[in-house]
């Protein structure tokens, strides 16, 4: 049902704790969990219905409704900010967004609108910042190649400092700017024709949110059973890291997963101010609280 990349990001360890402690059973749900290469291979297995859930990142939801108008809908949102920020090393005299004037800064694919955001608002002159392209190998900011990297937030920073280089991080959304992180997206029909499926699958993965919230440790044991490739302590470190970020005054008040129509146009309209969309987006077509609805009674979750 499922297309995921195996690591500890929050809608993953969702989906294999609700796995193996049979929440999905007791939906009524057999649930088949696939790994995506990557590459966009998720969303085009979403599209051709070979997996009827998988992950996106919000802005890439309203990127690709404005840019092919995609039939995706994003039904829950499990990064209540994005989830890339900007990062020095701790020894670094830079204090803020303003100070990378003068500086090396890099980028890995193109500079992200959140960047732009970022340095408008602390009211930094890019014409005075050299920008580079840097690829996704964090040890050109060890190397000092660089003196401003960007980062996945949950992960590149622990494994900075696992290997002695702490950091400290500039986020974009602490300045003001609008983002968001990672959602569970489906098909439109999906949405229209099996709310219930959907419904049915959300309350497992979020009542596997729970009970990794409450017993990280285990949760991190299901976690390795599926990539025992990877180092545990970093996927504890990575975990951690994602239930802050789905935490906030929108959760508080509705419960995890949720998300507001004002929170989507907020997004989408700092992304097209800053480059980031080629045109608005009708955020109602991009996210739906219709299974967030059916998943919540008086903002407790439905079980089961």
Same mark, same amino acid.
């Given at each position: 049902m499922g297309g995921y990349k195996p690591q500890a990001n929050l809608p993953f360890v969702?989906? !294999?704790?609700?796995?193996?402690?049979?929440?999905?059973?007791?939906?009524?749900?057999?649930v088949d969990i696939k790994h995506s290469t990557g590459q966009?291979?998720?969303? %085009?297995?979403?599209?051709?219905?070979?997996v009827d859930v998988t992950t996106a990142d919000a802005d890439a939801v309203l990127k690709r409704r404005a840019e092919q108008d995609l039939p995706i809908v994003a039904f829950a949102l499990f990064g209540q900010r994005g989830n890339q920020a900007y990062a020095v090393l701790e020894d670094s005299h830079i204090r803020s967004p303003k100070d990378f004037e003068g500086k090396?800064?890099? !980028?890995k694919l193109y500079q992200n609108p959140d960047y732009l955001a970022m340095?408008?608002?602390?009211?930094?002159?890019?014409? %005075?910042?050299?920008?580079?392209?840097?690829?996704f190998d964090p040890r050109i900011l060890v190397e000092r190649r660089v003196d401003v990297y960007p980062v996945f937030t949950s992960n590149e920073p622990d494994l900075l400092n696992r290997i002695g280089f702490p950091t400290?991080?500039?986020?974009?959304?602490?300045?003001?700017v609008a983002t968001l992180g990672l959602t569970y997206v489906t098909r439109r029909e999906l949405i229209e024709q099996q709310p219930d499926l959907l419904a049915r699958f959300l309350k497992a993965t979020l009542r596997g949110v729970s009970t990794a919230e409450s017993n990280a440790a285990a949760a991190i044991d299901i976690v390795m059973r599926y990539a025992?490739?990877?180092?545990?302590?970093?996927?504890?470190?990575?975990?951690?890291?994602?239930?802050?970020?789905?935490?906030?005054?929108?959760?508080?008040?509705?419960?995890?997963?949720?998300?507001?129509?004002e929170q989507w146009q907020s997004l989408n309209d700092s992304l097209l101010e800053h480059g980031g969309l080629e045109r608005s987006v009708n955020v109602d077509t991009a996210f739906t609280d219709q299974i967030l609805q059916r998943t919540y009674r008086d903002r407790t979750l439905v079980w089961p």
């Open positions: 969702a989906a !294999y704790v609700a796995n193996d402690m049979g929440y999905f059973a007791e939906q009524g749900l057999a966009g291979e998720h969303l %085009k297995l979403l599209l051709q219905g070979a090396v800064v890099g !980028y340095l408008a608002r602390a009211g930094a002159d890019r014409s %005075k910042i050299t920008e580079v392209s840097v690829g400290r991080l500039f986020d974009p959304a602490d300045y003001g025992p490739q990877e180092e545990r302590p970093h996927q504890v470190a990575m975990l951690k890291s994602e239930l802050e970020m789905a935490a906030g005054p929108v959760t508080d008040e509705l419960g995890v997963g949720w998300a507001t129509r």
